[in-house]
T-cell receptor, first 113, second 115 residues
Framework: AQSVTQLGSHVSVSEGALVLLRCNYS??????LFWYVQYPNQGLQLLLK??????LVKGINGFEAEFKKSETSFHLTKPSAHMSDAAEYFC???????????FGSGTRLLVRP | EAGVAQSPRYKIIEKRQSVAFWCNPI?????LYWYQQILGQGPKLLIQ????????DSQLPKDRFSAERLKGVDSTLKIQPAKLEDSAVYLC?????????????FGPGTRLLVL
């Protein structure tokens, strides 16, 4: 069965600091991996996705993530945090045999001025 | 292009009452999804439609939840009777087709509180 674990329910960074949100997956077959962002009272918006092409994936708003098979990880990073990045971030996995997205429990990013 | 529309945005009911949520997907999107997001958790897929047919409803509590997508466009999700543990945000999403590389576009959700 596929699953996703997000380490840290809350992450706090200063404006301008590096953002690192962790995601580890479990899958018996090569996965497709996604990062979504959810702003308050809004639906989820796709940030980026890995579909077995390049292992370093660039997304919107300056975010990127690197697929590391050996570590079963897909961590999300951004070099410099902005106040507008404050939101909840969800990592999700899907597999080739199903179109179902399985989400992690989310990480709330707080950006301090 | 207009996004996924959902209504109502908020609903408060008492346990054992019934409630219905409505979703209008992005025009031309064949695949529609309903997710349940309980506070502090990630969304969980309840049901997936391809046009007006059900693709996956394995996690839908069928004794109390029902969903339909007549004419392959709008969809309604119903809970009857509601329980306290049904308090959650119900998210609707749509994609152009059913495929692993297809991006799912989410609506703003309906926040349900069962008292």
């Amino acid at each position: 069965a596929q699953s996703v674990t997000q380490l840290g329910s809350h992450v706090s960074v200063s404006e301008g600091a590096l953002v690192l949100l962790r995601c580890n997956y479990s899958s018996s077959v090569p996965p497709y991996l996604f990062w979504y962002v959810q702003y308050p009272n809004q639906g989820l918006q796709l940030l980026l996705k890995y579909t077995s092409a390049a292992t370093l994936v660039k997304g919107i708003n300056g975010f990127e993530a690197e697929f590391k098979k050996s570590e079963t990880s897909f961590h999300l990073t951004k070099p410099s945090a902005h106040m507008s990045d404050a939101a909840e971030y969800f990592c999700a996995v899907s597999v080739r045999s199903s179109y179902k997205l399985i989400f992690g429990s989310g990480t709330r990013l707080l950006v301090r001025p | 292009e207009a996004g996924v529309a959902q209504s109502p945005r908020y609903k408060i009911i008492e346990k054992r009452q019934s409630v219905a949520f409505w979703c209008n997907p992005i025009s031309g999107h064949a695949t529609l999804y309903w997710y349940q997001q309980i506070l502090g958790q990630g969304p969980k897929l309840l049901i997936q439609f391809q046009n007006n047919g059900v693709v996956d409803d394995s996690q839908l509590p069928k004794d109390r939840f029902s969903a339909e997508r007549l004419k392959g466009v709008d969809s309604t999700l119903k809970i009857q009777p509601a329980k306290l543990e049904d308090s959650a945000v119900y998210l609707c999403a749509s994609s152009l087709a059913a495929g692993i590389q297809e991006t799912q576009y989410f609506g703003p959700g309906t926040r349900l509180l069962v008292l």
